[in-house]
């Protein structure tokens, strides 16, 4: 018995989009040995999910095996019916999607779902199903794991979710498990635990996996081998330790070099009036506080990150500082003045200086108006721009963003790529010329490559216009490169703020340690030593109490 | 323009557009069998109503003939029970029955959305106390309600249009406010009202584009509904009032001759029927069309 448990040969995949079709998988050779964990990375579009899923020898809909083979424990499954692959799916391969939250049915218990699977292929009676259940709950280090299966997917959260989808997986004892982003949607503290999970689980079943990131230093903890895709077609492969230390192909370097962006010079703002201050601020929702007595400022020409976890306040700052949040107690001062507290009482000139880029480039921006309209409004709305002054400036700002005028101008946001519709949601801040504006995960729904376009963009708008930014995001490395000061909020409450080497340089909070640590590193043995490290010293691995 | 950025647009996209007269007319020669089938009624049933007293031979209410008299040279569908030109009153009530429906339409939509527009945006006291009217008002049936106040405030033409759009205008209020909603949680809405944008930019330029599509497909099927209603309440003697043509009660007055074998009466029907049909197509169209360049790409 050969020990090659998924050969995939020549695969090419058609997908189907206005009648057309297009390659989306160009000629793929696949390779995975039994408890091998086999790493694939890329950007979007680069065919990562598409090839992940074709282990199964599944395609999306609209998409189309066109040719090639996929051996799978020396049976060709493209040969198969629908009926065999069935019983192949889920009981020897399983699949654990990006978003457990979606992935699992809201409509019942945790433990229905895991013993769905074998019940329904026969390989376990529902007893048995539920026994295992435990057992493997116990194993993903899940909190109470005789109770917790008895719960429904919204009352556990989302690193648990993740968790439990991975025993899930295990239910049959598949001998490959495809894992699709699993811990991107995750806070880079739950992340490590999932992570651990996950690598340890793998190991111990002796499982083959697939595991799918876009995150390079995530699969370097994960994965054994690791391919590089781009475009449907393979760049580079090899083991992931020569991988890390020596990538040959130009670029696979980029991918790697991607953090290398800084903000050259850091701001410390002195004037005695910051540019806003957030002074003793208490806001929620409802009875609840979510804002616990928050004080902060941000001074000319610098970037603030906030930094914290989902549900930290983060984004609940942003929405007192608009005003779409009325605090319950304190104020926002800007440039000295108290401003009012709900944004319907702000006249124009103080709605225009504080403006916002948000997450969702998809969403900011309305799909029914050209470019021209989004960029055009905020000059006629606030500078009574008009006619042809108005749109000499709508194409100077469309090349400040570095988009090309006359191509752009008349476009509608469906035709534009996500990094350029994240570019002209800033066109649609800066023209409004504001003093001040709000930054929400801009970076965080963009690859990294393109992430890294648009945070030098900001950094150079900063220092032509003298902008403050409050910059709010998880992602620390992010921080580090565009950040003067760091506010790290947990809970509703700062638990440090400062200059960003002040905060990030020892000694921190315990907190703050915390995110530090948990941010991936390219070494592959950096999950080991932090586990290591931490069972020594016995530190706050977790801010979840649930 | 940063290299690794893809456009996901070959750049045929720059060219200069068209002016606005020839994309329609261009889509329109691209348009399916169906949809052109349904500009043509739609554009015919315009034709008639408009010129209805050039095209018929006779008065709209002049007794010409003998009653029931049969198909032929002078009364070519003959003539009704009181001896009115069949043809003539047909093409005369295109202009009667889809006029008031068309208005009233109009009316509804009008009531109904601005409602539905508010109620999403304001949320809050005004969304309950228009929600909770257009509760009651779908609680009765609208035939019912519609015969009700019909009886209550007599039967003229303005009367019956008011009493039908209101009554329709609950189900658009409804679909209105439940597509506005969608719209009103996403960023580029926060965004408009953040600039500190007034409710009729918010109305116009934000929301309603974007809801354009369902409510064009409301609107196909709303017209259709009215019609009927409109129909059925003449059928019942509440709606147009003889002696105007009106399609449905065209159709109760020759009743009589179903019973002889013959298809005169059932002209209106088809004339609804065909005009309901080809207002469908079109907007099932103008929906594939809407939808297919909101997702393309």
């Known amino acids: 018995m050969t020990n090659r448990l998924l050969e995939i040969r020549n695969l090419e995949i058609d997908g189907e989009s206005d009648e057309v079709w297009h390659e989306i998988i160009k000629g793929l050779d696949l390779d995975l040995d039994r408890g091998e964990v086999l790493g694939l990375i890329g950007e979007s579009g680069a065919g990562k999910s598409t090839l992940g899923l074709a282990a199964m020898n599944f395609v999306r809909p609209g998409c189309r095996i066109r040719e090639g083979t996929i051996r799978f424990d020396g049976q060709e499954l493209t040969a198969q019916s629908e009926t065999t692959l069935r019983k192949l799916r889920g009981v020897r391969i399983a699949y654990v999607a990006q978003s457990a939250a979606a992935s699992f049915n809201p409509a019942h218990q945790l433990i229905d779902q895991f013993s769905e699977i074998p ?8 007893r048995d199903a539920e026994a295992d259940a435990k057992d493997l709950y116990r194993r993903v280090l899940l909190p109470d794991p005789e109770g917790i299966g008895y719960r429904y997917p919204h009352q556990v959260s989302g690193g648990q979710l993740q968790r439990a989808m991975t025993a899930m997986a295990l239910s049959c004892r598949p001998d490959l498990i495809i894992f699709d982003e699993p811990t991107t949607a995750l806070d880079v503290t739950t992340q490590i635990e999932v992570l651990t999970t996950i690598r340890d689980i793998v ?34 492969e090899a083991a992931t330790r020569d991988m890390m230390s020596n990538p040959k192909m130009d670029y696979t370097k980029s991918l790697w070099a991607v953090r290398s962006f800084k903000k050259e010079t850091e701001t410390v703002g002195t004037e005695i009036n910051p540019v806003v201050k957030i002074d003793n601020v208490t806001a929620g929702y409802g009875q609840e506080d979510i804002l616990k007595n928050i004080t902060f400022e941000i001074h000319r020409g610098q970037t603030v990150a906030i930094v914290g976890e989902s549900g930290s306040g983060k984004s609940t700052a942003a929405r007192v500082i608009t005003g779409l949040l009325p605090p319950r107690l304190g104020n926002i001062q800007f440039n000295g003045k108290v401003l009012p507290k709900s944004f319907k009482a702000r006249n124009k000139d103080q709605l225009r200086h504080v403006q916002m880029i948000y997450q969702m480039a998809d969403t900011a921006l309305n799909p029914r108006q050209r470019i021209r309209n989004i960029i055009g409004r905020p000059l006629s709305f606030y500078l009574n721009l008009r006619g042809q002054k108005k749109e000499e400036r709508i194409r100077e700002l469309l090349s400040l963003i570095e988009l090309e005028p006359d191509l752009y101008i008349d476009r509608y946001p469906d035709e534009l790529s996500g990094g350029q519709k994240q570019r002209v949601s800033i066109a649609r801040a800066l023209a409004a010329e504001p003093e001040f504006i709000i930054c929400d995960e801009v970076t965080s729904a963009l690859d990294q490559l393109v992430a890294e376009g648009i945070l030098r963009l900001l950094d150079r708008l900063q220092r032509e216009f003298n902008l403050a930014y409050m910059f709010i995001t998880h992602d620390l490395a992010t921080v580090k490169a565009i950040a003067d000061n760091v506010v790290v909020m947990l809970q509703g409450e700062i638990v440090e703020q400062g200059r960003k080497t002040d905060v990030f340089s020892p000694p921190h909070h315990e907190y703050t340690e915390l995110l530090l640590s948990s941010v991936p590193e390219m070494d592959p043995d950096w999950l080991n030593e932090l586990i290591a490290h931490r069972e020594k010293h016995g530190v706050m691995t977790s801010t979840s109490t649930s | 323009m940063t290299a690794e950025e893809a456009t996901p647009l070959d750049p045929q996209i720059s060219r200069p557009r068209r002016t606005r007269l020839q994309g329609v007319f261009r889509e329109v020669l691209k348009a399916p069998i169906t949809a052109k089938f349904g500009i043509l009624v739609i554009l015919s049933y315009g034709f008639v109503a408009i010129f209805a007293p050039v095209l018929t031979p006779y008065g709209e209410r002049e007794i010409v003939g003998p009653e029931f008299d049969v198909w032929g040279e002078q009364f070519i569908l003959g003539t009704d029970g009181l001896g009115r030109d069949m043809l003539t009153r047909l093409l005369f009530g295109a202009r009667n029955t889809v006029g008031i429906a068309f208005i009233t339409t109009i009316l509804a939509f009008v009531i109904g959305g601005l409602t539905g527009l508010f ?137 009589v001759l179903i019973t002889y074998g013959d298809i005169t009466p059932i002209l209106p029907a088809i004339a609804i029927a065909v005009l309901t049909l080809g207002v469908n197509f079109l907007v099932d169209w103008f929906l594939h069309k809407s939808s297919g360049l909101k997702d393309g790409h």
Not at chain 2, 157 to 173: E, G, K
Not at chain 2, 231 to 242: E, I, K, R, T, W
């Open chain 1, 119 to 126: 019940v329904v292929h026969n390989v376990k009676n529902r």
């Open chain 2, 119 to 255: 109620a999403a945006i304001y949320s809050g006291w005004f969304d309950q106390l228009a929600s909770r009217v257009v509760d009651v008002l779908m609680a009765i049936p609208q035939l019912i309600f519609a015969l009700m106040l019909l009886t209550i405030f007599g039967t003229s033409i303005p009367t019956l249009i008011i009493v039908i759009a209101t009554l329709d205008a609950t189900r658009i209020f409804r679909v209105t406010r439940a597509v506005s909603l969608n719209v009103v949680v996403l960023d580029y809405f926060e965004a408009a009202r953040l600039r500190g944008e007034r409710m009729f930019w918010l109305c116009i330029r934000e929301i309603l584009p974007n809801i354009m599509a369902p409510l064009m497909a409301e609107f196909g099927l709303r017209f259709c509904f009215v019609f009927l209603m409109i129909a059925a309440l003449s059928f019942l003697g509440l709606g147009v009032q003889p002696p105007t043509a009106d399609w449905g009660s065209m159709v109760r007055e020759n009743a």
């Open chain 1, 203 to 236: 190991r111990e079943f002796n499982t083959a996996a697939i595991y799918i990131s876009h995150d390079l230093a995530v699969v370097a903890q994960m994965a054994d081998r690791i391919m590089v895709l781009r475009y449907g077609e393979l760049v580079e």
